[in-house]
């Protein structure tokens, strides 16, 4: 049973324009969530990440944004550039344990310069 | 400071053959954890360690054991290998996963084959 999904196994975007990625979870008991990227042949690198008690938080051109009662987290990447093709996955952490992540099944970003 | 650390890269067993893939972090990291990573399915936690002698089951545990020995490494053992083992696995650590939700460091990948 997967808790976290992603729906959009690819997007493709415009060198310079928006790139939005969506996640959703189905169990309330998430607290903390996370993005990670990962390149071919590499392991995933952490990007930014969101506490329950916060909707958005930004680092630099990566913005995240919670939407509790819809249990949907979004990454947003503005301007997108072409290293930024890759993909990303969505996590989460339930309050309950703390001890085990949640991965989605990622999105593969492709960004045409 | 190495960060993550896995051995070996690539692997080819045969069905029913045994093995153990190496995981070493320098970081005084107290959880680690290992994944597998299959097409449609993200990664998928088959272990997990809080600490030294203490490990966990993750979603998908069976035909892997683990052991924490040491706070630097953390093994995971195939026990008798099976084409639905075929997959990329990682290895990753936090500092405390449990008290801060710390962010993961994941290690560069193991690409197993079973046929």
């Known amino acids: 049973d997967q808790q976290v999904k992603q729906n959009s196994p690819s997007l493709s975007v415009q060198e310079g324009r928006i790139s939005i990625l969506n996640c959703d979870y189905t169990n309330s008991m998430f607290d903390y969530f996370l993005w990670y990227k990962k390149y071919p042949a590499e392991g995933p690198t952490f990007l930014i990440s969101?506490?329950?008690?916060?909707d958005k938080n930004e680092d630099g051109r990566f913005t995240v944004f919670l939407n509790k009662s819809a249990k949907h987290l979004s990454l947003h990447i503005v301007p997108s550039q072409p290293g930024d093709s890759a993909v990303y996955f969505c996590?989460?952490?339930?309050?309950?344990?703390?001890?085990?992540?949640?991965f989605g099944t990622g999105t593969s970003l492709t960004v045409i310069p | 400071n190495a960060g993550v650390t896995q051995t070996p890269k690539f692997q080819v067993l045969k069905t029913g053959q045994s093995m153990t893939l190496q995981c070493a972090q320098d970081?005084?990291?107290?959880?680690m954890s290992w994944y597998r990573q299959d097409p449609g399915m993200g990664l998928r936690l088959i272990h997990y360690?809080?600490?030294?002698?203490?490990?966990d089951q993750g979603e998908v545990p069976n035909g892997y054991n683990v052991s924490r020995s040491t706070t630097e490494d953390f093994p995971l053992r195939l026990l008798s290998a099976a084409p639905s083992q075929t997959s990329v696995y990682f290895c990753?650590?936090?500092?405390?996963?449990?008290?801060?939700?710390?962010?993961?460091?994941f290690g560069p990948g193991t690409r197993l084959t079973v046929l």
């Open positions: 970081m005084n990291h107290e959880y």
């Open positions: 360690s809080v600490g030294a002698g203490i490990t």
């Open positions: 990753a650590s936090s500092y405390n996963l449990a008290a801060s939700y710390n962010e993961q460091f």
């Open positions: 969101i506490s329950s008690i916060k």
């Open positions: 996590a989460a952490i339930p309050v309950s344990t703390g001890n085990q992540f949640y």
